[in-house]
């Protein structure tokens, strides 16, 4: 049992409990309740965690921890921890000094913004439970203070318990099968390692309005916890015991019909967005992105047998077309899209395709001339030249960039400059850009000559005959012929994880032999070779030094997707092949990072090892990838 690895449970509306396997909260983001009130955005942590403590005849023992300032962990509960489990749902069990176990589990049901918790002793004798519940009512990344304008008062009726701390954020309200004691207290100092890890505020106040008691040897004591909004009022039309069951029957058979573990993971990300869907990019910090939605839709969605979302995400996204681009990024509070990224919109185009392709027939011919539609304004729209200086060039390849912006997935920023600003041609956008006039081809046959033209510049320009690979970027800054030769694997999409690959034969194989080589960890591909300027090996510390190592050798998982596709295409895509490759590479990274996300796939990991995960803890394309290349390898 890894006592730091970290659990979540998604609530599909982008909402969600999070934790770490000992019950230490190490992150601001650790919540019992955390809520959107307009989903997937506005969203708040509402109840931040708790304190339980279990009284026999023989004394009183703490079965939960905080962490405080200055580095001190009490009580001391998570001593008694002697085994977690995250399926079907985070179960914990404690062992007492004197021999009685209790067994602890967490549910947070679909499409509510409801926790439900219990705990039951494994043997029959006096026992008593002593919940006391933590809370702030603050924004997801923001700290809490004590302070007088929080509202301690509660409403009790019939076994529940209502508090409303802040005028403007979601009521919580309790139900139980215990006592609730009313008595007001601020907890202070809370310490967030992780947060100070990363350099930001890790102190925190919390507000603790009472204590719920429950007689253990009564059976179980129960504790449902939920955000006073619509889509939680069926629960909270029920007492605690019939929520809890019903809440364990729906998950427990909605959670077993999942084909896979990994089918299981991606349900996390596919959240309601109005009265449509979106993709959450990850957890807990990331809400839905277009590059994440549109790279990720393909094995969630797609390869998850999701075709009704994947339709939906893309009909939603499929408006909001201007000039050629797609948002990357909806600010929350109404404000005006960003769009900020080259890539986004070419990559809608390659998930349009497939979903297309997989839907067959049973896709409404209303809604594949919407997708068709929108990749043609794409298509078209980039070719006649957009924002931030994105236009098709002679040789009909897409040029793109301008200083101050950056447009590419290698997005990172320190002091105003970008780390890897790829101005000019980079290799992956290629790649795409080939990719979008084969679909928009299939309508409007003249993009297929300009893709052919495209194509034979590409094979001309971007070979690297010196080192065996092909250059991340030519015509640097728009200047003609110069070239970044840095070793990267964005040109892996070149060969692997798009449709129509653009290198094939002795030159393929040469570009994968040498990005196994050079790249290739048991977490994923690095993001630069080792040996390259500016190679960082360590991703971690303040945001600045953070986002200098993003991008300079920093391993990303979600490339493993292109990198064991181009793998196995270059090596005649057998049977054989396919199962060398599972076994080779995809086995290892799904255990490599289960050891810190149960059950998910993290955001990036350090390029040295022992490649320990970090970034973000669930992060929707790593699953995505993996999800999508297991069906390839099984196909």
């Known amino acids: 049992m890894n006592r730091a690895a970290e659990w979540l449970e998604a609530d599909g509306l982008g909402g969600f409990a999070s934790g770490r396997a000992d019950g230490v909260r190490t992150r601001r983001y650790h919540a019992l309740l955390l809520a959107a009130a307009a989903p997937p955005t506005e969203r708040a942590v509402l109840v931040n965690g708790l304190d339980a403590s279990v009284r026999t005849d023989d004394g009183e023992w703490a079965i939960s921890s905080q962490r405080y300032a200055p580095d001190v962990t009490a009580p001391d509960g998570a001593t008694r921890l002697v085994a977690f489990a995250h399926e079907p749902w985070p179960t914990w069990t404690y062992r007492l000094p004197d021999g009685m176990e209790v067994v602890h589990e967490l549910v947070v049901p679909h499409g509510a913004p409801v926790v439900a918790l219990s705990w039951?002793?494994?043997?029959?004798?006096?026992?008593?439970?002593?919940?006391?519940?933590?809370?702030s009512g603050r924004d997801t990344h923001a700290t809490h203070h004590a302070n007088g304008a929080f509202d301690f008062a509660p409403t009790e009726h019939a076994g529940r318990v209502r508090w409303h701390p802040y005028a403007d954020r979601p009521a919580v309200v309790a139900l139980t099968n215990g006592r609730y004691g009313h008595e007001p207290l601020w907890y202070h100092d809370f310490q967030y390692d992780e947060e100070r890890a990363r350099g930001l505020d890790f102190i925190e106040d919390l507000a603790a309005p009472g204590t719920f008691t429950c007689d253990l040897r009564a059976g179980r004591a129960l504790?449902?916890?939920?955000?006073?909004?619509?889509?939680?009022?069926?629960?909270?039309?029920?007492?605690?015991?019939?929520?809890?069951?019903?809440?364990?029957?729906?998950?427990?058979?909605?959670?077993?019909?999942?084909?896979?573990?990994?089918?299981?993971?991606?349900?996390?990300?596919?959240?309601?967005?109005?009265?449509?869907?979106?993709?959450?990019?990850?957890?807990?910090w990331f809400s839905d992105w277009g590059r994440d939605t549109f790279i990720a839709l393909r094995g969630l969605c797609i390869a998850g047998d999701r075709l009704t979302d994947a339709r939906d995400i893309l009909l939603e996204w499929s408006g909001h077309v201007s000039g050629g681009m797609l948002p990357n990024y909806f600010p929350e509070g109404g404000q005006p899209a960003d769009y900020n990224a080259v890539d986004a919109s070419l990559w809608f185009c390659v998930a349009a395709h497939e979903t297309i392709e997989a839907s067959g027939t049973s896709l409404d011919p209303a809604h594949e001339a919407r997708l068709r539609d929108a990749v043609a304004a794409i298509v078209a729209g980039y070719a006649a030249g957009t924002r931030y200086g994105i236009r098709m060039d002679d040789d009909g390849l897409l040029a793109a960039g301008e200083r101050g912006v950056q447009l590419t997935w290698m997005d990172a920023r320190v002091d105003g400059r970008e780390v890897t600003p790829r101005i000019g041609k980079p290799v992956e956008v290629q790649a795409l850009w080939i990719n979008a006039l084969h679909v928009a081809g299939a309508r409007e046959?003249?993009?297929?000559?300009?893709?052919?033209?495209?194509?034979?510049?590409?094979?001309?320009?971007?070979?690297?005959?010196?080192?065996?690979?092909?250059h991340d970027v030519v015509d640097v800054d728009h200047v003609p012929n110069v070239v970044d030769a840095l070793l990267r694997p964005n040109q892996l999409l070149a060969i692997g994880g798009l449709p129509w690959p653009l290198v094939d034969g002795e030159r393929a194989r040469r570009v994968v032999d040498a990005c196994e080589r050079a790249l290739w960890t048991p977490a994923g591909p690095r993001s630069l070779a080792a040996g390259e300027p500016g190679y960082t090996s360590h991703y971690g510390g303040d945001p600045r030094a953070r986002d200098g190592a993003y991008h300079q050798g920093t391993v990303w998982p979600w490339l493993a997707g292109p990198f064991i596709e181009a793998w196995v295409r270059v090596r005649g895509d057998t049977p054989e092949v396919r199962q060398d490759a599972r076994a080779g590479f995809l086995e290892p990274l799904l255990a490599h990072h289960a050891g810190a996300s149960p059950g998910q796939l993290a955001e990036v990991a350090d390029a040295e090892p022992p490649h320990a995960p970090g970034g973000c803890p669930f992060q929707a394309w790593s699953v995505g990838e993996a999800l999508r290349i297991a069906r390839q390898l099984t196909a």
């Open 120 to 135: 039951r002793a494994r043997e029959a004798r006096a026992a008593t439970l002593v919940v006391r519940p933590f809370l």
């Open 223 to 284: 504790l449902v916890l939920a955000a006073d909004l619509p889509d939680a009022a069926s629960w909270l039309a029920r007492d605690a015991a019939e929520c809890w069951d019903e809440i364990e029957r729906s998950e427990r058979a909605r959670r077993s019909s999942f084909r896979t573990p990994l089918h299981r993971a991606a349900d996390a990300y596919v959240v309601r967005r109005g009265a449509g869907k979106t993709i959450v990019a990850g957890y807990p």
């Open 445 to 470: 046959p003249r993009w297929l000559d300009v893709a052919d033209r495209a194509r034979r510049a590409f094979a001309a320009r971007f070979w690297n005959a010196e080192r065996g690979c092909l």
